[in-house]
């Protein structure tokens, strides 16, 4: 995962196409606004990939976790491991 800061995204190179995780860290919170993965990697799993590695960066970071998306937010009800990091 490459946190690229000039865009404020969280990114997974796949071939040519790219995975992010856009966000806005304030105070120790990490605030995730969208998650996108282009048409032809949607349904590969490579979104959650990428989720996974935000949120295992945010939990070393010890960030509070925010997550905007609709797709963050359904991701995390999925996994209980990280729901103390909200």
Same mark, same amino acid.
């Given at each position: 995962?490459?946190? *690229?800061?000039?865009? +404020?995204?969280?990114? *997974?190179?796949?071939? =040519?196409?790219?995975?992010?995780?856009?966000?806005?860290?304030?105070?120790?919170?990490?605030?995730? *606004?969208?998650?996108?993965?282009?048409?032809?990697?949607?349904?590969?799993? %490579?979104?959650?990939?990428?989720?996974? %590695?935000?949120?295992?960066?945010?939990?070393? #970071? +010890? @960030?509070?976790?925010?997550?905007?998306? +609709? @797709?963050?937010? +359904?991701?995390?009800?999925?996994?209980?491991?990280? #729901? =103390?990091?909200?």
């Amino acid at each position: 995962m490459n946190d *690229n800061r000039e865009l +404020s995204r969280f990114e *997974n190179h796949v071939g =040519d196409a790219v995975v992010f995780a856009s966000y806005k860290l304030e105070e120790g919170t990490l605030y995730i *606004n969208y998650v996108e993965a282009p048409p032809a990697l949607r349904g590969t799993g %490579e979104a959650g990939k990428l989720m996974a %590695e935000v949120m295992d960066h945010a939990r070393k #970071q +010890s @960030y509070k976790v925010v997550p905007i998306c +609709s @797709y963050a937010v +359904s991701w995390i009800r999925r996994h209980p491991e990280y #729901q =103390d990091m909200l």
